[in-house]
Every structure is written in C-alpha cells, then in structure tokens.
T-cell receptor, first 112, second 112 residues
Framework: KAGVTQTPRYLIKTRGQQVTLSCSPI?????VSWYQQTPGQGLQFLFE???????NKGNFPGRFSGRQFSNSRSEMNVSTLELGDSALYLC???????????FGQGTRLTVV | GENVEQHPSTLSVQEGDSAVIKCTYS??????FPWYKQELGKGPQLIID?????GEKKDQRIAVTLNKTAKHFSLHITETQPEDSAVYFC???????????FGGGTRLMVKP
C-alpha cells in the first residue's frame, strides 16, 4: 500500500515568487492536512481539507492557500514568497472515520 | 486554542536504558494523543497513540500513559537501541478543530 506522496521533494525559489506543492494521500484517505515545520516554530498546522472543502485553517497569512481535488489529492500554494517561508512542508492523510494521521516525506522549500 | 508542551527537548541515554518523554496539553476537549518519530530527512512516523478513554497502551518496547485529570501523557521506551535515536513529537487532537497540535519535540540520542 503506497504511503503519502509529496512532490517535489526539494524546491529553491526566489523571494517574491510563488510556489505550488502537491500531496497524494493514501488510497481511501479523504482528509488531507498540511503542516509547516521549522527549527524555530516546530510543526504548525496550516489547513485541513475533506471532500474538497477546507474545514480548518491555522494562523498563517492569506499568502498560504490550498485546495483539494475530487480524487483527494491536494495542493498548497504560497504566493509572494518570503525568506521566512523556508521550511519543510508536510502533508498528512487520514481515513474519514479515523484520527490516525500518516505523513509524507515532505517538501523542503528554500527561499533565497 | 490547544497548547502542547513537551519535555525534555534533548535526552541522551545509554543503550539498554529506558527513556521517558512527557507532554502536557491545555484543552480538556482533546481526545486523541499520538506520538511520532522523525528521522533525519523523513516525515514524522506514527509509532503509538492513545485515546482519552484509555489510561495506558503498550506495543513491544514502547508504551504511552495518559492522565486526563492532570492533562499529561508520556512516552516510555524500554531497552533503548541506537536505532531509536530520532526526534520524537507528541501531539493532541481535537475533534472540533480537526487538527493536531504538536509539542516542540525531543531529540533522543541512544549511545551504544
């Protein structure tokens, strides 16, 4: 059974650019959550999607957005990148009736 | 919102010794408490979890205890091995928010 797949694994972007990250959940999982991991702030919740609807959003600026498609795949977008957006972005998926969250390997974003 | 504190931030033990990591949470509505292990370059891996209607759970060398009254839960690893070296995160889940709130992490080093 394939795990959570995130692409790309690594990205280098310039300040002011925008970026799109992709997450394919485990087959059958319909909830997808995104987290930002940095050495200073740890793991912080960005947003959660279920059946193409955003159910919850963390305390991040509007530059961070996401969406979920009918096949449960999800994307997150960060516009007008800042140096402080450099982080490991993690995606997790869960079954509809379960709380066990399984993480992908993450996308390492570096903003220069 | 929920706040999870985790101690210690670093823990060094000799191979074969036990390791204990403690977490406290603030929201009494939280009802699910997973523990994750993160190795270098990888996403967090779920290693054990406990729900609010259970006081203790064991899985081979790993155990988790939960004290709902005191709002704290702990991870116990017995007979530690060098491959247990990693960063461990505790988390609390709240149904209302559909999100995990993570502790700051504990870097466990097991010396051979």
């Amino acid at each position: 059974k394939a795990g959570v797949t995130q692409t790309p694994r690594y990205l280098i972007k310039t300040r002011g650019q925008q970026v799109t990250l992709s997450c394919s959940p485990i087959s059958g999982h319909r909830s997808v959550s995104w987290y930002q991991q940095t050495p200073g702030q740890g793991l912080q919740f960005l947003f959660e999607y279920f059946s193409e609807t955003q159910r919850n959003k963390g305390n991040f600026p509007g530059r961070f957005s996401g969406r979920q498609f009918s096949n449960s795949r999800s994307e997150m977008n960060v516009s007008t990148l800042e140096l402080g957006d450099s982080a490991l972005y993690l995606c997790a998926s869960t079954l509809p009736s379960n709380t066990e969250a399984f993480f992908g390997q993450g996308t390492r974003l570096t903003v220069v | 919102g929920e706040n999870v504190e985790q101690h210690p931030s670093t823990l060094s033990v000799q191979e074969g010794d036990s390791a204990v990591i403690k977490c406290t949470y603030s929201d009494s509505a939280s009802n699910y408490f997973p523990w994750y292990k993160q190795e270098l370059g990888k996403g967090p891996q779920l290693i054990i979890d406990i729900r609010s209607n259970v006081g203790e759970k064991k899985d081979q060398r790993i155990a988790v205890t939960l004290n709902k009254t005191a709002k704290h839960f702990s991870l116990h690893i017995t007979e530690t091995q060098p491959e247990d070296s990693a960063v461990y995160f505790c988390a609390a889940y709240n149904n209302a928010g559909n999100m995990l709130t993570f502790g700051g992490g504990t870097r466990l080093m097991v010396k051979p």
